[in-house]
């Protein structure tokens, strides 16, 4: 007697039954596998965007804003400050690297990034066109943002006033940037950057001076009125981490803020709601293991008369009880295969929806070693719900059941 030909023979007979315990399950499991997938994916990318930067110093305002705006292009900014006050700080003692931001404008609602050379080296992007930006409103592209756009070498393009699409924006139609090279992908913000010099920035917001020579606004334009966004900034020494921030928050109109202090706290944050979620779909997947022992149960009294005559066909005791288990893991694995294939279908659309909106990728088509322990426990619940059905069988009574008929 073969147990998955008649497991198989019974799960088919009541179909509308078993389609709906596994779906349950299936549901369950898929959240899970979603929140690793997203989470997993998401966590990695935010500490790779922020590996090897110390401290952010943006406008006064919220620290977490600031983290969120100039590290990984989520937000919008506190503000600008200084340029001269950038200048003293970067001659402090305890810097030992700043690296400029300069945000305003946007392009498709990719952002436009003011910065340095160093900005690329900081992230390991490299060229896979073209040149790096030498002279204003020249500008490099991001990989996900040359693929989407479609910009090549050469062309040319428009900003747009703001940090996002929106309807109404004000266009710089008086400044045209180049492209002079396109970077290859990272997995880091860069890839949705257009990147160009910090005076490419102050160019283009610079009408009030009727500048025109572009090449010459870092000269022409005062030194009062230079402006930044924020600075990435990168100790001198262990003892600046104790030192600067509060140097700079008592000594300035500049604000510092922590990306290790404040990745940390958003994690926090964001884990209280990954923490509720999945402790819905624990709930769904214990709802789902209760679906199953009533239903193995109710087979089992309904079946109660077949059970005997197997046995009186020489189906030990064994079987019987081995026969009401392989059903429950039948179930499960079913409901276990089912939740794994929806939660990554969902989290490839979540990643598409994420990429819609110009933000940090997710992608379906990983694999996290979680998943494994997610399928054990599908299986467990399984055979933990088939446990008492599996007992009941292994029980039975022939003699009396056959007398009852």
Not at 96 to 114: H, Q, S
Not at 280 to 297: D, K, P, T
């Amino acid at each position: 007697m073969n147990l998955a030909t008649v497991s198989l023979a019974y799960l088919r007979a009541r179909a509308l039954n078993t389609a709906l315990n596994v779906l349950l399950l299936a549901l369950g499991v898929a959240t899970i596998t979603l929140l690793l997938l997203a989470t997993s994916q998401l966590e990695e990318r935010m500490q790779r965007d922020a590996r090897g930067i110390d401290l952010v110093v943006g406008a006064k305002g919220s620290p977490m804003q600031i983290i969120l705006s100039s590290i990984y292009q989520l937000d919008v900014p506190t503000g600008n400050i200084s340029w001269k006050q950038a200048q003293e700080l970067a001659s402090n003692r305890a810097v030992r690297k700043i690296i400029p931001l300069a945000l305003a404008d946007n392009f498709r609602g990719y952002r436009i990034v003011g910065t340095n050379h160093d900005y690329v080296s900081h992230y390991g992007a490299r060229l896979v066109q073209g040149r790096l930006w030498q002279a204003p409103l020249e500008a490099v592209l991001g990989a996900e943002l040359a693929a989407q756009s479609g910009l090549t070498l050469g062309a040319s393009f428009i900003g747009a006033h703001g940090m996002g699409v929106g309807e109404g924006e004000h266009m710089h139609e008086a400044y045209s940037y180049q492209v002079v090279g396109v970077l290859a992908p990272t997995g880091t913000v860069v890839d949705r950057l257009v990147l160009t010099d910090v005076t490419s920035v102050w160019a283009v917001h610079a009408d009030q001076y009727d500048i025109k020579d572009v090449a010459r606004v870092a000269e022409l334009m005062p030194d009062d009125e230079k402006e930044l966004t924020a600075l990435l900034v990168q100790y001198a020494s262990p003892l600046a981490a104790a030192t600067l921030p509060r140097y700079i928050n008592q000594n300035s109109q500049m604000q510092a803020a922590s990306p290790a202090y404040e990745t940390a706290r958003l994690f926090t944050i964001i884990g209280v709601g990954v923490d509720v979620l999945r402790g819905f779909a624990v709930m769904l997947i214990l709802a789902a293991g209760l679906s199953v022992f009533i239903a193995l149960y109710n087979a089992l009294l309904e079946r109660r008369y077949d059970l005997a005559v197997m046995r009186t066909l020489g189906a030990g005791p064994g079987k019987l009880m081995a026969l009401m288990l392989f059903e429950g893991v039948m179930l499960a694995g079913l409901g276990a295969a089912l939740g794994i294939a929806l939660g990554h279908v969902l989290t490839e659309v979540l990643g598409l929806a994420f990429r819609a909106a110009k933000q940090a990728a997710v992608t379906g088509w990983a694999w996290v070693p979680e998943e494994m322990w997610l399928i054990g426990l599908a299986l467990t619940v399984g055979i933990a719900a088939a446990l008492l059905p599996a007992w009941r069988a292994y029980r039975t009574d022939i003699a009396g059941t056959l007398a009852r008929g």
